[in-house]
C-alpha cells in the first residue's frame, strides 16, 4: 500500500491560514489524495480529495503538487473548531479501502 | 450529522461474549464499511460491502463478521472477546465504491470487554 508521511503535530493561531502539508513520493498516476480530519471524540470527517489538479470546497483547499509527490491541505482562516487530527490518504485504484496513518494533530491557539 | 448512525453508543461486556454492532448509512449510499480504533494500532479498516455482497476485507479477525442486509443496514458481529477487542469501531458509507469516493463516517460504538 502506498504510503504518506505527515508530521505528527502543528499549531496555529486562531484565524490565520494552515498549510498541511504530506508527502506521498509513490503515489501511482490513479491514487486519489483524500484528507479527513477526525476532532476528539467524534469520528473521522471528510475534507476534500483530488486527483491531479488543486481542488477547493467550502472546508478547504487542497494543493497538489505537479509531480504529485506531496499535497498541502489549506485552510484559509484556522478557528478552534478546526482543532483535530488530520489524515492525508491515498485512496488507489485496486483498493475500495482507506489506510489512515498517524495523521497530524493540529493544534489552534485563541 | 453525517448521516450515517450507529448503536448502541457504548457497550460493555465480559470476555468471552458475543455482541453485535449496527450501522444504518446514509440515505441511498449503497457501500458499508467497517474500522476499528484502538490506541495502539489506530484507524484500521477491517471490511467492505456494496449493495449487500462483501467487497473488500481487511484486517479483520476470524471472530468477527459483518453482512449487509438488503435494506442496506449493516451488522458487525464479534465474538469470543478478548480484552484487547475493546476499541471504537467505526461504520462509513458512501455512495459507490471506489477511489474517489468520499467516505461518511458514524459517530461510533465504543466496546469494552472487561
Known amino acids: 500500500d502506498a504510503k504518506t508521511t505527515q508530521p505528527n503535530s502543528m499549531e496555529s493561531n486562531e484565524e490565520e491560514p494552515v498549510h498541511l502539508p504530506c508527502n506521498h513520493s509513490?503515489?501511482?498516476?490513479?491514487?486519489?489524495i483524500h484528507w479527513y480530519r477526525q476532532l476528539p471524540s467524534q469520528g473521522p470527517e471528510y475534507v476534500i480529495h483530488?486527483?491531479?489538479s488543486n481542488v477547493n470546497n467550502r472546508m478547504a483547499s487542497l494543493a497538489i503538487a505537479e509531480d504529485r509527490k506531496s499535497s498541502t491541505l489549506i485552510l484559509h482562516r484556522a478557528t478552534l473548531r478546526d482543532a483535530a487530527v488530520y489524515y492525508c490518504?491515498?485512496?488507489?485504484?485496486?483498493?475500495?479501502?482507506?489506510?489512515f496513518g498517524s495523521g497530524t494533530r493540529l493544534l489552534v491557539r485563541p | 450529522d453525517s448521516g450515517v448512525t450507529q448503536t448502541p453508543k457504548h457497550l460493555i461486556t465480559a470476555t468471552g461474549q458475543r455482541v453485535t454492532l449496527r450501522c444504518s448509512p446514509r440515505?441511498?449510499?449503497?457501500?458499508v464499511y467497517w474500522y476499528q480504533q484502538s490506541l495502539d494500532q489506530g484507524l484500521q479498516f477491517l471490511i467492505q460491502?456494496?449493495?449487500?455482497?462483501?467487497?473488500a476485507k481487511g484486517n479483520i479477525l476470524e471472530r468477527f463478521s459483518a453482512q449487509q442486509f438488503p435494506d442496506l443496514h449493516s451488522e458487525l458481529n464479534l465474538s469470543s472477546l478478548e480484552l484487547g477487542d475493546s476499541a471504537l469501531y467505526f461504520c462509513?458509507?458512501?455512495?459507490?465504491?471506489?477511489?474517489?469516493?468520499?467516505?461518511?463516517f458514524g459517530p461510533g460504538t465504543r466496546l469494552t470487554v472487561t
Open positions: 462509513a458509507s458512501s455512495t459507490g465504491q471506489g477511489r474517489f469516493y468520499e467516505q461518511y
Open positions: 509513490t503515489i501511482s498516476g490513479t491514487d486519489y
Open positions: 483530488g486527483l491531479t
Open positions: 490518504i491515498l485512496s488507489m485504484d485496486s483498493s475500495y479501502k482507506l489506510i
Open positions: 440515505s441511498g449510499d449503497l457501500s
Open positions: 460491502y456494496y449493495n449487500g455482497e462483501e467487497r
